[in-house]
């Protein structure tokens, strides 16, 4: 294989497991928002995977009452 395709392979690899590491540790601060979270995940990972193949930038709005993490969730 080409040493570019291993190293962006690699590059994928190190990035999905932050990725997963990163749900565990929100999943286990928020109790009850697994389903909003796997959302998140769902609809941002692509874009943190592979950002240089988005076109335009990507919008995710977050709505809920006030206190429930919102904010936690993006930092």
């Known amino acids: 294989m080409n ?22 540790e929100l999943e286990l601060q928020f109790a009850g928002l697994d389903l909003v979270l796997d959302e998140v995940f769902e609809t941002a990972g692509f874009w943190y995977l592979f950002p240089e193949l988005q076109e335009r930038p990507m919008v995710i709005t977050m709505r809920g009452h006030t206190g429930v993490g919102k904010t936690s969730i993006v930092r």
């Open 3 to 24: 040493s570019n395709l291993l190293e962006l392979q690699a590059d994928i690899m190190e990035k999905r497991r932050g990725l997963e590491e990163t749900r565990k």
